[in-house]
C-alpha cells in the first residue's frame, strides 16, 4: 500500500527491494525476489532475497538508480531506465587486454571463457583463449549497456537503531545477533562471537563506521566484544576450587 506522505531524500536509509535488467534485450541480471530469479533461471541458493537496506545517496547503487530513488513513493512500484554514463559507464576499448598464459599460471588459475579473475591486482573477464595469451575484460560489468530497474521503496527506517542495524546489514551482509544502543552522539553495537576472528568484518566495519556518521551524523562509534563466562564453567570451576569434604577423625579411646 502507498504512503502518500512519505518521500525518500537523499540520506534517508530505506529497505528497496528490485529487479535488474538490461534494457535492449530486457535480460534480468540482478534482483532481490526469490521468485523471479527462479523463473529466470539465475537463482543463487547462497544468496539472501528480499528488500535491501540502502543508504541512499551514499554511492552504493549505479548513479542512475540513487537518482530515481531520491523523492521515490514509499510503497509504490516504479520503473527507471539507465543510460551508461550514470550505471557502469563508457566501454573502453583499451581495458581489453592479452594476458600471457603464464601469468595465470603463476597464479595456479586455469583461465575459461566468461571466468572473472583477478589478475595483476585488476578484476576482468576472460573473453578469449589461445595457447599464449588469454584476452581479459578490465571494463566494469555492463559497462556501456543501458539498464533498466523495476524497483519498490518498502520501507524508510527512522527508529535510529534500526538504523544502526540496518547499517551493519548493508555494509557486513547480516545484523544477526548484533544489538545496538543510540545515546545521544553515541552508538554502541554489541557484536556476536564471530566478529571475533571473521576477516569480513575487520573490514566491513570502517565502512558501518564512515555510513554510521553520515546517516546518523554520529560523532562517537562504539564496538563492545563480549567475553561471557559459560553457567557450567562456572559450576565446573566452582567444583574444582571448594575442598573435598572429609569425614570425621575419630579420637582413640
Not at 534494457?23 to 528480499?50: C, H, M, P, W
Not at 573490514?203 to 561471557?228: N, P, Q, S
Request: aromatic share 8%.
Amino acid at each position: 500500500m502507498a504512503n502518500d506522505e512519505v518521500k525518500i531524500v537523499k540520506g534517508d536509509i530505506a529497505r528497496l527491494e528490485f529487479s535488474g535488467y538490461l534494457a535492449d534485450s530486457n535480460e534480468l541480471f540482478d534482483t532481490t525476489n526469490a521468485e523471479v530469479a527462479k523463473e529466470a533461471g539465475i537463482f543463487n541458493e547462497n544468496a539472501t532475497y528480499g528488500p535491501i537496506p540502502v543508504l541512499v545517496g551514499a554511492g552504493r547503487l549505479f548513479e542512475g538508480l540513487e537518482d530515481a530513488l531520491v523523492g521515490a513513493q514509499v510503497g509504490v512500484e516504479q520503473e527507471t531506465t539507465i543510460s551508461p554514463e550514470k550505471a557502469a559507464g563508457a566501454r573502453d576499448p583499451k581495458l581489453v587486454e592479452n594476458i600471457p598464459v603464464r601469468d595465470f599460471l603463476k597464479q595456479d588459475i586455469e583461465p575459461q571463457i566468461g571466468m572473472e579473475v583477478n589478475i595483476k591486482n585488476r578484476v576482468g573477464l576472460v573473453t578469449a583463449i589461445t595457447p599464449r595469451v588469454v584476452r581479459v575484460d578490465f571494463n566494469r560489468r555492463f559497462a556501456g549497456r543501458t539498464l533498466k530497474y523495476k524497483f519498490k521503496v518498502t520501507m524508510k527506517v527512522d527508529e535510529p537503531v534500526d538504523k544502526v542495524l540496518a547499517i551493519v546489514e548493508m555494509d557486513y551482509g547480516t545484523k544477526e545477533n548484533f544489538s545496538a544502543s543510540v545515546d545521544e552522539d553515541v552508538v554502541s553495537i554489541v557484536l556476536p562471537d564471530v566478529c571475533k576472528y571473521d576477516q569480513k568484518w575487520i573490514l566491513a566495519k570502517y565502512k558501518v563506521v564512515a555510513d554510521l556518521r553520515e546517516g546518523l551524523k554520529t560523532k562517537t562509534i562504539r564496538f563492545v566484544e563480549e567475553y561471557i563466562k559459560k553457567e557450567e564453567e562456572k559450576k565446573e570451576d566452582e567444583k574444582q576450587e571448594k575442598p573435598e569434604e572429609r569425614e570425621p577423625e575419630e579420637l582413640p579411646q
